[in-house]
């Protein structure tokens, strides 16, 4: 919809719903996955006739055909065949990684929505505000089925405590449900379906401005807040993968704050000279924005020890918040302690309740110039030179700190160790058009 309501003023609206095109993520999903394709070590000699009782497992069968044997003084717990005897030495058995497609997955969609004014405040400008609005509504993601249970909880596989006798952690592979026996506990069956959820807010400003025919502005701002649960159709559902909402967060590209200037400037032409000082212009970018947000981590054998998922959030420590996490000053100052790893503590029996992405890494701001002269020879044809700089003011950009913490400690949690992007660079290019 669109409706001018004066000459210089217009109001625009918009609503659609796009659908997303999913063939390509589960194609990788399907021919990286059993029964298509398995990782094991094969013992010499090689006997392809029969591959299966070499590989120890057959692919397509869930769960593996392996069976669980405990020690009866110390409950300390091994892999064995089906028939209870042990795997060879040569090529012993691990729990395996492999992604499913839901058979029952639907295709993903988003639904937009925006309403913007438009401005014309004097001739050769407009100013744009927009409010731009989205929802993604069972977006493609991975969710590991195969998360332990806490066997002190619920039983499982005749395990009802997951310390051996004498103290040791028993392996969370042993703890997955019956039908997933044999499969990694962090990854060992994670099913593609619609497990995501997302949101986006925004407020989007823009200014053209056009100063007769030497001099054109652009400047944009945006106020954003973009939510989700997993932020790309190949990730994985992080933590306590049963608890979609608890997952529910800050995107991982979330910026808060962008803003970016783009400017050109023809320089007149004098009437003497002109060969010499005529047909030169100046151009620039800058951008400034938010830094990306962020999770503290925790050790997988200290948080939720009973499921050691791939990625665990720890707990505030008591009496503490986000607000005790978060340090401020100048990034330069906080190299060494960019956030407050005290504020966290293990969660040891429990999930910790540290939410997802909840500290925010460096700004980031770049400045980049260029400069060019356009000479005319003959007829149609051209001699163009530049002069481009990027990152003109050789400003780092920081990385986001190291955020996991190391068990019983820091460790080197909270520290900044390298940029990305690079330092001031100069390029010069002479072209010839015809």
């Known amino acids: 919809m669109a409706w001018q309501l004066t000459p210089k003023l217009v109001v625009r609206s918009g609503y659609g719903i796009f659908y997303e095109r999913t063939s390509g993520a589960i194609k990788t999903d399907l021919q ?11 013992p010499a000699p090689v006997d392809m006739a029969d591959p299966y009782p070499k590989l120890n497992v057959n692919p397509f069968q869930i769960p593996f055909n392996v069976t669980i044997l405990r020690n009866p003084t110390t409950g300390a717990a091994s892999w064995r065949r089906f028939d209870g005897s042990a795997f060879p030495a040569t090529s012993p058995f691990s729990a395996k990684n492999n992604t499913f497609v839901d058979p029952l997955l639907k295709t993903p969609y988003v639904q937009q929505w925006t309403m913007n004014i438009q401005f014309e405040p004097m001739a050769g400008s407009l100013f744009d505000v927009r409010y731009v609005g989205s929802r993604g509504n069972g977006l493609m993601a991975r969710l590991n089925l195969a998360q332990p249970l806490d066997p002190r909880v619920t039983p499982v596989n005749g395990f009802n405590n997951i310390f051996t006798s004498t103290g040791a952690l028993i392996a969370p592979d042993f703890f997955v449900k019956p039908e997933f026996l044999g499969l990694n506990r962090s990854g060992g069956f994670r099913q593609r379906s619609n497990w995501g959820q997302a949101s986006y807010h925004s407020l989007q400003a823009n200014f053209r401005r056009r100063l007769g025919k030497w001099v054109t502005g652009n400047f944009s701002y945006t106020w954003a807040k973009s939510m989700d649960n997993v932020s790309s ?24 704050h962008r803003f970016t200037g783009v400017y050109v400037v023809d320089l007149p032409s004098p009437t003497r000279f002109k060969a010499l000082f005529g047909g030169w212009s100046l151009s620039g970018l800058m951008t400034l924005q938010s830094g990306s947000p962020f999770s503290a981590l925790g050790n997988a054998t200290t948080n939720a020890r009973w499921a050691q998922p791939g990625r665990v959030r720890p707990s505030f420590a008591p009496g503490k918040t986000v607000a005790d996490a978060r340090r401020e000053g100048p990034t330069q100052d906080r190299l060494n302690l960019y956030f407050n790893p005290s504020a966290f503590t293990d969660s040891l029996d429990t999930w910790g309740d540290a939410g997802r992405n909840i500290l925010r890494g460096p700004s980031q701001i770049q400045y980049d110039f260029m400069l060019g002269k356009l000479v005319k020879l003959r007829d149609s044809q051209q001699l163009e030179f530049r002069w481009e700089t990027y990152n003109a003011f050789n400003q780092p950009t920081f990385t986001n700190p190291a955020s996991t913490l190391a068990a019983g400690g820091p460790g080197t949690a909270g520290v900044i ?18």
């Open 417 to 434: 160790a390298s940029t990305i992007g690079g330092p001031r660079t100069m390029q010069v290019a002479l072209r010839y058009r015809f």
């Open 233 to 256: 159709d190949g990730g994985v559902i992080e933590h306590d993968g049963f608890n979609l909402a608890n997952n529910r967060g800050p995107s991982d590209f979330d910026r808060t």
């Open 32 to 42: 990286l996955s059993a029964p298509f394709f398995i990782y094991q070590n094969v």
